[in-house]
């Protein structure tokens, strides 16, 4: 679950992207995807067996830049909204 801020109206997004893998990551790991510059190190694995669901927490440190355009470009990279905060 990737999570970034828009400052100026003190709201986030908090948004997702759905993979299937026999991978299970651990904290520390790096995941790539299309909508990063650089890999995402990774701060937390929540794994849940009762759903055979592994999720996974990546840092996002954004600025007052994050944008609806921004929000545009993971949405075109497969992401989608999860919630708004």
């Known amino acids: 679950m990737q999570s970034f ?32 510059k650089e890999p995402k190190k990774v701060e937390k694995v929540v794994i849940n067996y009762n759903t055979d669901k592994c999720y996974v ?12 355009e921004e929000i545009n470009m993971y949405q075109g990279h497969g992401w989608s909204i999860l919630e708004e905060r």
């Open 57 to 68: 927490d990546v840092p996002f440190y954004k600025t007052a830049y994050s944008t609806k």
């Open 5 to 36: 801020c828009s400052i100026p109206e003190q709201k986030y997004k908090m948004v997702k992207k759905t993979h299937k893998s026999e991978i299970i990551p651990r904290k520390g790991d790096y995941i790539s995807d299309l909508a990063f």
